[in-house]
């Protein structure tokens, strides 16, 4: 390699390219930045802010649908506004039992983008308004405030199959549970601290009817409390497709707070996988300390959010900055099942001014 060269030489060399790797800018390495949009978009993060305070503000839940946004997109696909694609023959990721009908905020999402597409158009991507929409909503509902790495790109592709793959379902057992953050770089602990998100939002029965019904006799699953399983068997009756949905922490719906972790052991989790992080030794310490301190637990929360928006993330110039957020841009699609026909997109008056 190095005919003339001595070792010393070398070793210099290999040296001063290390340190050249290590000075090359972000975008080039292909890793997502804070301020990413500093002086592209400057506007872009207070933008998606203003419309997401307003849209919380109108409807508290919506701060639980974006959070869950985001955490879906990043699971299937990588964080690429997957998510939001619409297909016309019902195949795309939004149209699998898992996000449909419950996913919610698409409409916010739409009226971000609409505001962020008139200050700088063609700048933005979807799957980077997600993120600070997930932020913003925990900004609002638990008193936190992060920074969120950006530059990531949108991707072409919205699959109904890969939502079923990746989606961990409520039925999962503890060590699926962790297999299936695993398969996505994440930790044991991250899993339990992530699933904290559980402390706002709602759920339609669908999601935990097996622990209160075998077929049509009602039945309480161990690790739910009688007088909660009753609860919810009138709320819900056995095989109905029922629109009733109900919150998931009782006594702090739209607080983003650790009281997650304290229902869990009044066997108050709504979920089998919720009432999971229990049955295991290990899980079950992680759930102890975030109950014991909030401090903690958002401290890791915050964390483990950004860590889960890296998952898989397209940069640099790979897929393409979406003009609307529901479909591919004009000759790029390289997807199944996805048709060019732009959507109606929630007018952005129609949230800015609620
Ligand atoms: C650990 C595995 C997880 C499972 C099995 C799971 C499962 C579910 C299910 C079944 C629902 C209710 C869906 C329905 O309406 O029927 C739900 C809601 C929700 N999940 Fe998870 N989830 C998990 C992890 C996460 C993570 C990592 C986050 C975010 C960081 C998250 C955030 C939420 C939020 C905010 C809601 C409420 C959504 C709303 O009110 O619109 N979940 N989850
Ligand atoms: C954008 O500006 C903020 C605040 O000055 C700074 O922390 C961040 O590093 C900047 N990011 C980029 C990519 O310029
Ligand atoms: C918000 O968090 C700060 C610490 O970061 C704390 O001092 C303050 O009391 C909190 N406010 C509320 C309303 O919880
Ligand atoms: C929410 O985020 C804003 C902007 O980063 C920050 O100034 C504010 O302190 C945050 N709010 C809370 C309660 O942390
Ligand atoms: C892990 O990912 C692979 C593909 O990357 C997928 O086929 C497999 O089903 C995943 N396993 C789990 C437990 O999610
Ligand atoms: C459901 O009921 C059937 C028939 O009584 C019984 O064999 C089965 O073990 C029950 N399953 C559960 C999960 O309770
Ligand atoms: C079930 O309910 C959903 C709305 O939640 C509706 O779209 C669907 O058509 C219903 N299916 C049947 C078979 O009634
Ligand atoms: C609990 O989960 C941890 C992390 O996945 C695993 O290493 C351990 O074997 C599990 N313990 C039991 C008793 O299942
Ligand atoms: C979980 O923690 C509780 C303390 O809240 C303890 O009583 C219980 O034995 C623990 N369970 C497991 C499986 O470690
Ligand atoms: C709670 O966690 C925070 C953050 O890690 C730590 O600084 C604090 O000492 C903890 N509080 C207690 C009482 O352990
Ligand atoms: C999306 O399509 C464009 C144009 O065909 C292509 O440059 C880009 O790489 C594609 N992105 C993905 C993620 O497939
Ligand atoms: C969905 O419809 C598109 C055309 O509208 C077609 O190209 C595609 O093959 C269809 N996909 C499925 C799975 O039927
Ligand atoms: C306000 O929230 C309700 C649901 O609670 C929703 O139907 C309505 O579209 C929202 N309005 C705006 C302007 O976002």
Redesign the pocket.
């Given at each position: 390699m190095f005919p003339f060269a001595s070792k010393q030489t070398v070793l210099v060399a290999v040296a001063a390219l290390a340190l050249l790797c290590l000075q090359l800018p972000a975008v080039v390495r292909g890793q997502l930045q804070v301020g990413f949009y500093n002086t592209s978009c400057p506007n872009a993060e207070s933008l998606v802010r203003q419309v997401v305070a307003n849209a919380v503000a109108n409807d508290s839940g919506i701060a639980a649908g974006l959070i869950r946004l985001h955490f879906h997109d990043c699971f299937v696909r990588g964080c690429d506004a997957s998510v939001l694609l619409t297909s016309p023959n019902g195949t795309a990721e939004r149209d699998a039992a898992p996000n449909n009908p419950s996913l919610r905020g698409f409409n916010v999402i739409d009226a971000a983008k609409a505001a962020v597409e008139q200050s700088c158009s063609r700048t933005v991507s979807c799957a980077d308004i997600l993120a600070f929409a997930a932020r913003d909503s925990i900004n609002i509902t638990g008193n936190v405030s992060y920074q969120v790495p950006s530059g990531r790109r949108d991707g072409n592709v919205s699959l109904a199959q890969d939502a079923l793959t990746f989606l961990p379902a409520p039925t999962l057992t503890a060590a699926q549970l962790v297999a299936n953050f695993a398969n996505k770089s994440l930790t044991a602990e991250e899993m339990v601290v992530l699933s904290g998100a559980h402390t706002i939002g709602r759920s339609f029965c669908g999601s935990f009817l097996t622990r209160i019904y075998n077929n049509t006799t009602p039945i309480v699953d161990s690790g739910l409390s009688p007088a909660y399983a009753a609860l919810l068997q009138a709320l819900c009756p056995t095989n109905t497709n029922s629109t009733v949905t109900t919150l998931m922490d009782v006594s702090t719906p739209t607080v983003l707070d650790n009281n997650y972790y304290k229902l869990l052991p009044l066997n108050l989790g709504l979920f089998f996988s919720d009432n999971q992080l229990r049955v295991n030794a290990t899980l079950n310490a992680s759930v102890n300390s975030f109950a014991?301190?909030?401090?903690?637990?958002?401290?890791?929360f915050v964390a483990a959010m950004i860590k889960m928006g890296n998952i898989e993330v397209l940069t640099g110039t790979q897929g393409q900055i979406r003009q609307n957020c529901s479909i591919v841009n004009n000759g790029s699609s390289s997807a199944a099942g996805i048709q060019q026909t732009p959507r109606a997109t929630a007018s952005l008056d129609e949230i800015a001014t609620s």
């Amino acid at each position: 390699m190095f005919p003339f060269a001595s070792k010393q030489t070398v070793l210099v060399a290999v040296a001063a390219l290390a340190l050249l790797c290590l000075q090359l800018p972000a975008v080039v390495r292909g890793q997502l930045q804070v301020g990413f949009y500093n002086t592209s978009c400057p506007n872009a993060e207070s933008l998606v802010r203003q419309v997401v305070a307003n849209a919380v503000a109108n409807d508290s839940g919506i701060a639980a649908g974006l959070i869950r946004l985001h955490f879906h997109d990043c699971f299937v696909r990588g964080c690429d506004a997957s998510v939001l694609l619409t297909s016309p023959n019902g195949t795309a990721e939004r149209d699998a039992a898992p996000n449909n009908p419950s996913l919610r905020g698409f409409n916010v999402i739409d009226a971000a983008k609409a505001a962020v597409e008139q200050s700088c158009s063609r700048t933005v991507s979807c799957a980077d308004i997600l993120a600070f929409a997930a932020r913003d909503s925990i900004n609002i509902t638990g008193n936190v405030s992060y920074q969120v790495p950006s530059g990531r790109r949108d991707g072409n592709v919205s699959l109904a199959q890969d939502a079923l793959t990746f989606l961990p379902a409520p039925t999962l057992t503890a060590a699926q549970l962790v297999a299936n953050f695993a398969n996505k770089s994440l930790t044991a602990e991250e899993m339990v601290v992530l699933s904290g998100a559980h402390t706002i939002g709602r759920s339609f029965c669908g999601s935990f009817l097996t622990r209160i019904y075998n077929n049509t006799t009602p039945i309480v699953d161990s690790g739910l409390s009688p007088a909660y399983a009753a609860l919810l068997q009138a709320l819900c009756p056995t095989n109905t497709n029922s629109t009733v949905t109900t919150l998931m922490d009782v006594s702090t719906p739209t607080v983003l707070d650790n009281n997650y972790y304290k229902l869990l052991p009044l066997n108050l989790g709504l979920f089998f996988s919720d009432n999971q992080l229990r049955v295991n030794a290990t899980l079950n310490a992680s759930v102890n300390s975030f109950a014991a301190n909030e401090t903690l637990w958002k401290e890791k929360f915050v964390a483990a959010m950004i860590k889960m928006g890296n998952i898989e993330v397209l940069t640099g110039t790979q897929g393409q900055i979406r003009q609307n957020c529901s479909i591919v841009n004009n000759g790029s699609s390289s997807a199944a099942g996805i048709q060019q026909t732009p959507r109606a997109t929630a007018s952005l008056d129609e949230i800015a001014t609620s």
